[in-house]
């Protein structure tokens, strides 16, 4: 497909993205997840409307943003948004602050997302040197389903990490390494310190995100306590878009300097990201 452009997003910050239903759990705002794997996600609408935000803050729907969101009197837009998909989500451990998280599944939507809309050919070609790794470590993973793999020379502590990684809320202790051939650019998606986990305990993980207490103040006293649930900051995402032929200029200074705001809860820091090309 021409003129489609894939993007990685990286939380600065927390993140809430709703998911507007009603919950009947201890939690009362939920994120939104992928209705397959349960996993965190973006949804398209809400992504858009993000991005359309940030490139025209002040409203003046400009010709630019209008050929490229839409409008109700000039029609849809000539780009196609999609779903903010999820990468690597951050879990602590007792050797650094924190590894970056990723699983099989993960790896698997990415390289059929690309390969499915036929992205840069450079761009296959990196991350296409995974598949070979992923069918040797879905292999393992079958017959280990508490191995937790950490990439060889991703981490200067190894060494260290190899004796002594904790992953939170994980019960195991067997750890091996398992190394890319093209780790710059594995490190550039996913990020630094970056750990396979198999699908089930990774599941386990992005099913308890962080819950944040709120609280809604009425003349200085307490009215209504609340909790919101979390996608931590270091999480990442991908999401493709499908570029018009004109305006493809303004639409890339969502890759500029300032951070993108996306979700709900702006004004408390929520939601602000780094966004980048692959």
Known sequence: MDNFKIYTIRCLTNMHVGNGDAS?????????????TGFPTINSSSLKGSLRNFLDPKKEKSKAIKHIFGHKEDGIGNYKIFPGMLLSIPVRSNVK?????????????????????????ECIQDIGSLKADLKKFE????????????????????????????????DTKLIKEISFKNEEKIKEIFGESLILIDDNNFSEIVDRLPVIARNKLDNGESENLWYEEVVPRETRFYFGVVLGKQYQSEFEKIKGKE????????????????IKSI
């Not at 998280?101 to 992205?119: G, H, M, W, Y």
């Not at 993973?141 to 502590?157: E, R, T, Y």
């Not at 951070?259 to 780094?274: E, F, K, M, S």
């Open 97 to 121: 602050p924190f590894f970056r998280a990723t699983c099989p599944r993960i790896v698997k939507d990415l390289l059929e997302f690309i390969e499915n809309f036929q992205s840069e050919k």
């Open 139 to 170: 292999e393992e993973a079958d017959k280990n389903k508490n191995v937790i793999w950490i990439l060889k020379d991703f981490n200067s502590d190894i060494d260290e990490a190899m004796e002594n990684l904790t992953v939170e809320e994980i």
């Open 259 to 274: 951070p993108v705001q996306i979700g709900g809860n702006a004004t408390i820091g929520y939601g602000y990201c780094d």
């Open 24 to 36: 009947y759990t201890l939690i009362d705002n939920q994120v939104q997840r992928d209705v397959i």
